[in-house]
């Protein structure tokens, strides 16, 4: 059977995770990252994307397996535009300053890094299944309002206003400790439903 999600995406490549595709990072995973890969371990955006695809199959392989019988064209379309997602994620994009007493010192986060630290926030949160993150704003000038855009798939049952106020409550404050972003907005938008036995969000 051959229903694991990062199998659905067939041979996608990107210049950012340095001539690899997802199929081989998912292989990679599968072989609990043995024999070393240099090549791997040493590029940020196939770092990114490991990091993303481990997360993502974490979060959804026991509900593939029990509904692999009744997965859908539209289900497939959902996990195929997921991993898509990580892949154009794992890009450095731009560079995300952060201030410093000396002016001499310049120090910078990635774009590709802070779009995964909203990814894990709400891969962490359970019944959800991250499809698209983005920063949308001067994220390279400080104080600059940005706005971050993220759209999810929830299991069926959440109760939809919690999931979206628990996901937009998190990431602001992963933001807030982690970078210097001025973020006016954090916009979730449920694009999907989908049938999954795992924890559902907590109580907030």
Not at 115 to 122: E, H
Request: aromatic share 2%.
């Amino acid at each position: 059977m051959n229903d694991d999600p990062e199998q659905t995406l067939d041979g996608l490549g990107s210049p950012d995770l340095d001539g690899h595709t997802i199929d081989e990072l998912s292989d990679y995973l599968d072989s609990g990252r043995e024999p070393r890969d240099p090549s791997i371990e040493r590029s940020p955006g196939c770092q990114l994307a490991l990091d993303a695809l481990a997360r993502l199959r974490a979060q959804t392989w026991s509900m593939l397996e029990a509904e692999a019988a009744d997965t859908s064209d539209r289900d497939r379309d959902w996990m195929r535009a997921v991993l898509a997602n990580i892949s154009l994620e794992a890009h450095a994009g731009r560079d995300i300053p952060l201030s410093h007493p000396d002016p001499e010192v310049h120090l910078r986060v990635s774009e590709g890094s802070v779009r995964a630290l909203i990814r894990s926030v709400g891969d962490g949160i359970g019944g959800v299944i991250v499809g698209r993150v983005s920063l949308d704003g001067d994220v390279t000038t400080l104080g600059a309002p940005v706005t971050v855009a993220i759209t999810a798939s929830a299991a069926f049952g959440t109760n939809l206003d919690r999931l979206a106020q628990l996901m937009r409550d998190r990431v602001t404050a992963q933001l807030a400790l982690h970078t210097e972003l001025n973020v006016v907005a954090v916009d979730v938008t449920i694009l999907d439903i989908h049938m999954q036995r795992i924890a559902r969000p907590e109580e907030s």
